[in-house]
């Protein structure tokens, strides 16, 4: 099951806007990545639509994703997904090893992910048994209103 995907688009806040009217959700600035906006949709399972600039890239910063931007060869892909899997971290950990590809456990504050690069470029935030309940609480629309609204506040009064 998705739960969130991100997408680079050349006008993230328009598309964010027509989004939101198309799913009768609602969107919001995404602080993260500056020009970025989220549309959140109503239902039980946390779907959102992250929208980025078209020239952004996801990289595996040192400790967790960071956002690179600008005229850069593209290496990694601005596309990611929240997937809710049925397995372990330590089965996909197995997996990733086998594979050679980076996993790490995550603490994004309001939640907790597996990041699991495809290929060392391809994102996806995994969501075992374990993780999926927290996740899906703070999607809750309220829940992000308020996240969103305290995180804006905390990047102002920086």
Known sequence: MFHHI???????????????????????????????YMVVNNDDYG???EL??????????????GFSS????QTFLSV?????????QEEIEQIAY???WLVRFCDRGPFKVIEF????????????????NEYLQFTKPENFEAFFNQTALDLVEA
């Open 80 to 88: 990611h997904a929240a997937i809710s899997v049925s397995i372990s």
């Open 52 to 65: 980025l600039p078209a020239d952004t890239q996801l990289i595996p910063d040192l400790q967790e994703v």
């Open 47 to 49: 779907t959102a639509i």
């Open 98 to 100: 086998r594979e050679g």
């Open 6 to 36: 991100s997408v680079a688009v050349n006008d993230p806040s328009h598309v964010s806007n027509v989004l939101a009217e198309v799913l009768q959700g609602r969107r919001f600035p995404f602080p993260v990545h500056e020009g970025s």
């Open 117 to 132: 690069w495809v290929e060392n470029k391809f994102l996806i935030e995994l969501l075992t048994p374990a993780l999926v």
């Open 70 to 73: 600008g005229n850069i060869p």
